[in-house]
Each structure stands twice: as structure tokens, then as C-alpha cells.
């Protein structure tokens, strides 16, 4: 995994946990749901990445 492919799978996580936080914030379950998605989306590049990176070695 690149650097650059972790630092944007960390941003979109964050990114993520930070419209779930306003979520819960603005009683907003839309958001919750909106964060946890990207979430989820960021762990599963994540977890490819590394499938990939095991293969390389």
C-alpha cells in the first residue's frame, strides 16, 4: 500500500466518522448512516490494499 492509498483511505475514515459525529449531533440519522458508509468504504480499500500488498512480498 502507498503512502498516498493510506492517507486517503485515513482521510475518507475520517471524513466518515466525522458526518456520523454530526449525525448524532443533529439528531441527523441520515448522516449516521452517510458516515458509516464511508467508513466501511475506507476499511474495505484498506483491506484490498493489503490482500495486494501480501501478493507483492
Known amino acids: 500500500m502507498s503512502a498516498s492509498d ?3 483511505n485515513t482521510a475518507e475514515d ?3 466518522k466525522a458526518k456520523e459525529g454530526l449525525g448524532h449531533v443533529t439528531n441527523d440519522d441520515s448522516k449516521v448512516a452517510e458516515g458509516k ?3 466501511a468504504a475506507a476499511s ?3 483491506a484490498g490494499e493489503n ?3 501480501v ?3
Do not use: E
Open 51 to 53: 490482500v495486494k500488498d
Open 6 to 8: 493510506k492517507i486517503r
Open 37 to 39: 458508509t464511508d467508513q
Open 55 to 57: 501478493f507483492k512480498k
Open 44 to 46: 474495505a480499500k484498506k
Open 14 to 16: 475520517l471524513k466518515g
